[in-house]
């Protein structure tokens, strides 16, 4: 499988060009303010500015089939906006005020001919609709403008990582250079796209096509691919060298969640590589990946929290996946994936990176706390239960390690607090699939049927045997008596023994 994957992937590179983020669509006449794209440029090298630099290029014409006479009186404005001013913008346009007041600080920086001419940003407006098959009128240099679009936008960062925002806004200015607003009546046509870098030079390909922010996932989930593929390869060698004919239902559980895991990667690092050559998502792709994560990390929990229970250590399968912990395990895994699904079709992907954010995210710290809870609660009880020190020294060291895993999440989420954007999606991806990787990987360790532990389980089908033999510590205690009386050979001595 990784190497048909591998090759899908190779044709595709040799196949077709790598573009960038891609945006198209239609604006209706009813729009006032649209927002098109929200793109992280990087820090222009000056050794390389012309490969490093932000590149936004397209077309945007006026819909429909007839001719459109475009003045002042009609023409929409396109912007390139930096984050740090667009607040302004989007907040007033909300409120429904008028142009100048939305406009005010954008004409502190953008350039125009006749009205700004001492933009301190320069290059950030297009008048729009663009004329068919022509450039568009401020493009008078066809030579910046990149072969079959009619603009194009070079985005100089000189000291840091910024976000752009890619506006649409119906106003236009007047012969007095007042912003008022546009009497447009026609719909607008655009198709544009977005790149971190030359789009003509194959320099740095699947990592200039992304935002900033979203730089080097694509490695990240290929890496996590491989060692998850090679973790799932380790757990065959475990079920082979088990040679009973029914395997453990710890070990089938662990096999679940490793397969959903795998092919969680598998359409997570597809869809980042087919997002580098169209520009956008493949939706079924994001959607049942991040599903496939979540089962495996519901159907983690419920691993620990069995064996919290003595699961094939101290109590018969009955008793420690009761009614109870199948109710309350469904509800929190319910709860799980509605969370998913409210974010999912709520959430406004082009203002908010798909990033953990400890405020948005809360409910996913709080649910996983109070599984922490409820999987430390279960090991007190199982302690109080056992009567053999070793096995009781193992569930000690079982719960605290795992317990880091229930609460790493509360940490790193206030940790993200403090991390700027553009970096905070790389560093938390990094450590959450580092994290759940140690964490499946020391139960494939501890389930190995050849391991150290190997003597604390057994089968399901023997856990009375098990539990007879390693907890009847009369029996023990009666035999060693018996071996002590017939060494001394004393009856005195038996007696008082007894």
Known sequence: MVLTYAILILSLILGQP?????RKGVIDTDEHVHILAKFGVRQMDPIYPDRTKGYIYGNITAGGTGNVTVDVTNRAVLLIVPETKVSTVLLDSSYAVSCSSMMREISEIAFE???FTSGKRSDLMRWVPCPKNELCAEEDNPDNVLKGYQFTFRLDEPYAPEYWYVLLITCSLTSNCNWTLSNREFPLEYDIWLNNGNPETSFETFSREFSFDEQEIIHIYMIAFIIYITLALFQLRAIAIDKHSRLPFRQRILSWVIGFKCSALLL???NTYIYAF???NVNLFVFVGELLRIFAVCG???LLILLARGYSLNRLPSQAYSNRVHYVWCLFSTIHVVL???????DDAIVRPVAFDFLADKLI?????LQGLWFIVEIKKSLRRETDEERAVFLIHLGAAYMVWFVYLLGLGFIAIFISPMWRLKIVLSISTFANFVAIAGLVHVFWPTGSSRKFFSRDGNIHRHIERTSSTELDDYERLLIAADSSDNDDIIMSEL
């Open 113 to 115: 001919p006749q009205c």
């Open 278 to 280: 169209v520009g956008h």
């Open 365 to 369: 710290i709080v649910l996983r706390i």
């Open 340 to 346: 998913f699904l409210y974010d999912y079709f709520t």
């Open 268 to 270: 997570q690092s597809t």
């Open 300 to 302: 983690f929990c419920l």
């Open 18 to 22: 790598v573009y960038g983020v891609h």
